[in-house]
Nanobody, 124 residues
Framework: QLQASGGGLVQPGGSLRLSCAASGSNFGGYSVGWFRQAPGKEREFIGASIRWNSNPTYADSVKGRFTISRDNAKKTVDLQMNSLKPEDTAVYYC???????????????????WGQGTQVTVSS
């Protein structure tokens, strides 16, 4: 199971840190992705922490502003979001899959487990 937390209301230019906590064993063997979905829009890939790999991958829309960090001992994958913009407003989800290839990381349908989502609102 996955649980995302840390969402809230923040002003443009501000920061938030989301956390995805997992239960179960062999957490290091799972790739964990972050997605977001704004009203009326499709679920959008933000970035992913690849299993056993220390280098996350990011969507161009967030590269340089968002950072993913992983702690296998704590079974968490965090999403640090800086320089937030109103267009970052969405429900943010984390997802995990044990068997996912690199080219499929951006596809929501390739993830087997999903957290419940946490709302991020960027507004003045």
């Amino acid at each position: 199971q996955l649980q995302a937390s840390g969402g809230g209301l923040v002003q443009p230019g501000g920061s938030l840190r989301l956390s995805c906590a997992a239960s179960g064993s062999n957490f290091g063997g799972y790739s964990v992705g972050w997605f977001r979905q704004a009203p009326g829009k499709e679920r959008e890939f933000i970035g992913a922490s690849i299993r056993w790999n220390s280098n996350p991958t990011y969507a161009d829309s967030v590269k340089g502003r968002f950072t993913i960090s992983r702690d296998n001992a704590k079974k968490t994958v965090d999403l640090q979001m800086n320089s937030l913009k109103p267009e970052d407003t969405a429900v943010y989800y984390c997802a995990a899959s044990q068997r996912i290839i690199y080219s499929d990381l951006r596809r929501p349908t390739r993830y087997h487990y999903w957290g419940q989502g946490t709302q991020v609102t960027v507004s003045s």
